[in-house]
């Protein structure tokens, strides 16, 4: 079964500067998707980024992007100039190609200091 | 935008009562998810939904839970014989297909059992 492992409890980071979560995962696939999701205090989580394991290109959205790196299983994401309004969980997830269902990390707590 | 609707956003409930969550998916989407999150846990998943029947399901949906379409639009998930330990955040999500496509989630119950 796969498996997905935060690292990071709790992570703060200074207004306009980048910080980086990290997420690792454990699998026997050679293709899957991994995402990161985003849970404001409004409890809704909130698709972040998406990277297919067959694409070598680290996805990017605006100031997020990720450090893909297949052969260490490893899936960073990184917040670029961060803003008040991206303190929230996040959480690292991973779907198997043939299944639905994802598999998700413990989370990580981001805290954006003013 | 479309959205995922769940209601109630919070119910209490005396153990050993039946509950019903429900979910409005995305109007155009046919894949149905439930997921739940105990207080400082991870989210787990509990059950996939495709073309009118279960697709997936974890170790945890075990026959304490049911879910359901009645009709065109909703989505529900049955427990019947609350426990304490069915105390948690539960999720509704949609997906227009499987694999690798966004699943939009809704902002969830807290069901509270008492």
């Known amino acids: 079964a796969q498996t997905v492992t935060q690292s990071q409890p709790e992570m703060s980071v200074q207004e306009a500067e980048t910080v980086t979560l990290s997420c690792t995962y454990d699998?026997?696939?050679?293709?899957?998707?991994l995402f990161w999701y985003k849970q404001p205090p409004s409890r809704q989580m909130i698709l972040v980024i998406r990277?297919?394991?067959?694409?070598?290109q680290n996805a990017t959205e605006n100031r997020f992007s990720v450090n893909f790196q297949k052969a260490a299983k490893s899936f960073s994401l990184k917040i670029s100039d961060s803003q008040l309004g991206d303190a929230a969980m996040y959480f690292c997830?991973?779907?198997?190609?043939?299944?639905?269902?994802?598999?998700f990390g413990q989370g990580t707590r981001l805290t954006i200091n003013p | 935008e479309p959205e995922v609707t769940q209601t109630p956003s919070h119910q209490v409930t005396q153990m050993g009562q039946e509950v019903i969550l429900r979910c409005v998916p995305i109007?155009?989407?046919?894949?149905f998810y439930w997921y739940r999150q105990i207080l400082g846990q991870k989210v787990e998943f509990l059950v996939s939904f495709y073309n009118n029947e279960i697709s997936e399901k974890s170790e945890i949906f075990d026959d304490q839970f049911s879910v359901e379409r009645p009709d065109g639009s909703n989505f529900t998930l049955k427990i019947r014989s609350t426990k304490l330990e069915d105390s948690a955040m539960y999720f509704c999500?949609?997906?227009?297909?499987?694999?690798?496509?966004?699943?939009?989630f809704g902002q969830g119950t807290r069901l509270t059992v008492v």
């Open positions: 999500a949609s997906s227009a297909r499987s694999g690798g496509t966004e699943a939009f």
């Open positions: 109007s155009n989407h046919l894949y």
């Open positions: 699998t026997s696939e050679s293709d899957y998707y």
């Open positions: 997830a991973y779907r198997s190609l043939g299944a639905q269902k994802l598999v």
């Open positions: 990277q297919e394991a067959y694409k070598q």
